[in-house]
């Protein structure tokens, strides 16, 4: 059992309020990077930083760890050098342009991920949820495909509809049902 669904049985807006406290966290923390900064250097700054998270994990590397030391040292490396480019742009601008910017990397990361691997998912599942609980789905299809239900089975289900193009909307469509 995940701890989503043990969460969502015992409070379904405890997942909400820990998302919005992780977003708070986050955000404020471009503007207290950018109070730092006034005073501390951008590499001074990092070096404390990646300090900080080095001594609140070297109890991992005890035993079996020190193998992750290999493979980590090089994501360590693109990570320093991605802070490094972050936290200079904080210093240069005001820390929300800064957070916007880097939070559309959320919004590009699939595309890129898309147009890297000549992949493009057919249809992406939305799901209304009621009580913290998915009472009915659809699929979000490329356009100009639509979803279409094929006539058979729950109309709350995405797995009842197809995305058709505009050609081949031949499949009957749900039911007329009111809320």
Request: aromatic share 8%.
């Amino acid at each position: 059992m995940g701890i989503r669904r043990v969460l969502v049985g015992r409070n379904p807006w405890l997942i909400d309020a820990m998302l919005l406290m992780v977003a708070i966290i986050w955000g404020s923390s471009y503007a207290v990077a950018k109070q730092a900064l006034l005073f501390y250097p951008v590499l001074g700054f990092l070096a404390v930083r990646f300090g900080l998270t080095f001594v609140l994990l070297a109890p991992q590397l005890r035993g079996d760890g020190w193998r992750a030391v290999g493979p980590g040292l090089p994501l360590g490396l693109v990570m320093l050098g991605i802070f490094l480019c972050e936290t200079w742009g904080v210093m240069l601008t005001s820390a929300s342009k800064a957070a916007f910017l880097i939070s559309l990397c959320v919004v590009f990361t699939p595309l890129v991920e898309w147009v890297e691997k000549v992949t493009v998912p057919s249809a992406i599942r939305a799901e209304r949820h009621v009580d913290g609980k998915a009472d009915r789905s659809r699929p979000l299809c490329p356009h100009p495909q639509a979803a279409r239900y094929k006539g058979a089975g729950s109309t709350d289900d995405a797995a009842n509809f197809a995305c058709l193009s505009p050609d081949s909307l031949s499949l009957t469509r749900p039911p007329l049902r009111s809320n």
